[in-house]
Nanobody, 116 residues
Framework: QVQLVESGGGLVQAGGSLRLSCAAS????????MGWYRQAPGKQRELVAT???????NYADSVKGRFTISRDNAKKTVYLQMNSLKPEDTAVYYC??????????WGQGTQVTVSS
């Protein structure tokens, strides 16, 4: 059974930083693509960043240059380093695992709140 557990969310002032973690179990982590998404109140869930098994990355335009996605296959963990946070980054952040285009699982989400 695939499980993803996010951590690292919290309350931070605008301009601050947070690092989110997503620990995976029940999968061969290294062969899966991983992604971070977010959902703000009243809005649809949106892509933040993805990282492939080959360590290629992709970012939403709104976070390019501020957020960095990375992975540690030995720890079965994907990270999202978020710098220069803005109030509009406030959302619940979710990670997912994807294999050959199929979403294997979503995490339960972690709340990020950025105060102005």
């Amino acid at each position: 059974q695939v499980q993803l557990v996010e951590s690292g969310g919290g309350l931070v002032q605008a301009g601050g930083s947070l690092r989110l973690s997503c620990a995976a179990s029940g999968i061969i982590f290294s062969i899966n693509d991983m992604g971070w998404y977010r959902q703000a109140p009243g809005k649809q869930r949106e892509l933040v960043a993805t990282i492939t098994s080959g360590v290629s990355t992709n970012y939403a335009d709104s976070v390019k240059g501020r957020f960095t996605i990375s992975r540690d296959n030995a720890k079965k963990t994907v990270y999202l380093q978020m710098n220069s946070l803005k109030p509009e980054d406030t959302a619940v952040y979710y990670c997912n695992a994807v294999r050959k285009g199929t979403i294997l699982a979503w995490g339960q989400g972690t709340q990020v709140t950025v105060s102005s």
